[in-house]
């Protein structure tokens, strides 16, 4: 079945960057349109970047400029480069895969980033 494992959140000081990444298995990696979204608490799930297959990559307008979505066919991974990190970044990132027009839409357990001095 189709599996996807988040990896590389953690604590970080404001103005500190991270990678997350994000392991698939089970697909047809190159159909499906790859994202990241974040939940902070007491919030709704929001976009953060999305990368169509194909296509190019689209950002939430508060990350723009300072986080970047790229993807490894062969690897089947999706990566996050978030940098100049701020306190309201701190939220669960989940990676998500769609195939268009489909019904097929998963989603990762999550990893928990943190920005705190």
């Known amino acids: 079945q189709v599996q996807l494992v988040e990896s590389g959140g953690g604590l970080v000081q404001p103005g500190g960057s991270l990678r997350l990444s994000c392991a698939a298995s089970g697909m047809s990696f190159s159909v499906y349109d790859m994202g990241w979204y974040r939940q902070a608490p007491g919030k709704q799930r929001e976009l953060v970047a999305s990368m169509p297959t194909g296509g190019r990559p689209n950002y939430g307008d508060s990350v723009k400029g300072r986080f970047t979505i790229s993807r490894d066919t062969a690897k089947k991974m999706v990566y996050l480069q978030l940098n100049s990190l701020k306190p309201e970044a701190t939220a669960v990132y989940y990676c998500?895969?769609?195939?268009?027009?489909?019904?097929?839409?998963?989603w990762g357990q999550g990893t928990q980033v943190t920005v705190s001095s």
């Open positions: 998500n895969a769609h195939w268009p027009g489909r019904r097929d839409d998963y």
